[in-house]
């Protein structure tokens, strides 16, 4: 029988949820990784078995990526370790914000976004990482800044056709894109406003949330932007706003649905300065139509007030059909829909604030 | 000449559930850098996690050498002799 797993990294440890393909009473494993930061999880499940990773960081100890291969119920690290900056690069890893596996057609790749910002390449299925030295060594990075977060790549997109291209997006310095397998990189900003410069229209340095895109439409992406929601329809070389119909353009995840290249969803917050859900409520948004027009997903949800924002990866969909899609917030409370956001349930709460949220039906 | 490294309980796991692991050298005399180097031979995880990957202690390992941090003393170049004990306990950190 299929079962789901939800994984769910918070800033105290990793917790699982448990359910089955119907995903709509969900049980919960856990903690896992106590007094770690959990800041991404991955699932892998282009293989035999899937595999599972979280990239938590210990205030004390340090940061590691550790994979499971029992659905979280041992984790391991190779002895020496899975991800490291080798000595020329005169750099030590912070945080892995993104375990990010590479489309089917490439098995055994997976990447990994990191602070200080870079890119890692792992060719034995996320066991060794390796950096990728065109992004290390690009001109920009000396001028790549710090959001509060830090100065790490959160996002990693492989192309999904094309294993030569590949977008990223870091805060601060926006996206960037290769077309030749990681050796080159260029910056993909034109559109994206960055409202806290001097020169909102830079060639670099925006703070791009998060992005998202869909296999189905290879060129089209979408950007939550500190400040504005974007789609670009070539690859990421022009930008159009998509926020008219939301509450506000400010925000920080974004997610499409697995099956429908033109439903997308975020999660508005009221601006930069007052970073508490748009409506006083917990409510998702979800376009249908590619970001024409926007509504907002409230069945199921808090019917209260409530003012705890979703961070960038704390919203995710599942690859289900009917689609799935997760919602932690960072009071620690985590909603599922089994209907593509249609109703929700609730998964957790009182748990440590959720720094992100990854499902799969297995 | 040998030094002991002492473990508080959550880092035992990375080196083989023991609180004290022995770390011996030809010489007559070593540093706390070359004893947390040492650690790479046997117990890579545990040296991570005192040190990163460009060996600097990490900020919130303390490491005592009796009743001294090793931070008010020479930090990793502090000098060892036999016998030595290091002590090794998390900051108050972490939020």
């Not at chain 1, 859900?277 to 808090?302: F, I, M, Q």
Request: aromatic share 8%.
């Amino acid at each position: 029988m299929s079962e789901a797993v939800l994984l769910i990294g918070t800033k105290k440890g990793l917790w699982i949820g448990r359910s089955d393909a119907e995903r709509r009473k969900w049980t919960l494993d856990g903690p896992q990784f106590e007094m770690q930061g959990i800041y991404s999880v991955g699932i892998d499940t282009r293989g035999d078995r899937p595999r599972l990773f979280t990239g938590g960081t210990s205030e004390h100890w340090g940061p590691a990526v550790f994979h499971s291969d029992d659905l979280g119920r041992t984790w391991d690290e190779p002895p020496q370790g899975s991800i490291g900056f080798p000595a020329e690069a005169d750099a030590s890893l912070e945080r892995v914000w993104q375990i990010q596996p590479a489309p089917a057609d490439q098995p055994g790749v997976v990447y990994a976004g990191a602070q200080p910002s870079s890119l890692w390449k792992s060719t034995d299925g996320g066991v060794r990482f390796e950096l990728v030295s065109g992004l290390w060594d690009h001109p920009h990075r000396k001028d790549w800044g710090a959001g509060f977060g830090g100065q790490a790549i959160h996002t990693v997109l492989p192309h999904p056709t094309d294993p030569a291209r590949m977008s990223v997006a870091m805060s601060t310095g926006g996206v960037y894109r290769t077309s030749d397998g990681g050796d080159s990189w260029e910056p993909a900003n034109h559109g994206i406003k960055a409202h806290f410069m001097p020169d909102p229209d830079p060639e670099f340095g925006q703070c791009v949330h998060k992005l998202a895109g869909h296999p189905a439409v290879p060129e089209r992406m979408f950007a939550q932007n500190h400040h504005g929601v974007y789609r670009s329809d070539d690859g990421g070389t022009i930008w159009k706003s998509i926020a008219d119909g939301l509450p506000s353009d400010f925000g920080f995840p974004i997610v499409v649905h697995p099956h429908e290249p033109d439903t997308v969803y975020v999660f508005p917050l009221v601006a930069d300065a007052n970073r508490i859900p748009a409506d006083g409520k917990c409510h998702v948004y979800r376009s249908r139509d590619a970001g024409s027009t926007w509504e907002a997903l409230t069945n199921g949800l808090p019917e209260v007030p409530a003012y705890a924002p979703v961070l960038r990866d704390a919203l995710c969909v599942d690859q289900a059909d009917p689609a799935g899609v997760y919602l932690g917030t960072r009071d620690g409370c985590v909603y599922a829909s089994a209907d593509a956001g249609d109703t929700w349930t609730e998964v957790a709460r009182h748990l440590p604030d959720v720094l992100t949220v990854r499902a799969a039906v297995l | 000449m040998a030094v002991v490294v002492k473990l508080p309980t959550v880092l035992r796991p990375f080196a083989g559930g023991v609180e004290r692991v022995e770390v011996t050298s030809a010489e007559a005399e070593t540093t706390v850098g070359a004893v947390f180097a040492a650690l790479e031979q046997e117990h890579p995880a545990l040296r991570r996690r005192l040190t990163d990957e460009q060996g600097a202690l990490r900020r919130h390992v303390n490491v005592f050498l009796g009743n001294d941090n090793v931070r008010d003393l020479d930090g990793l170049g502090t000098t060892l002799t036999d016998g030595d004990e290091l002590l090794i306990l998390p900051s108050v950190a972490g939020g």
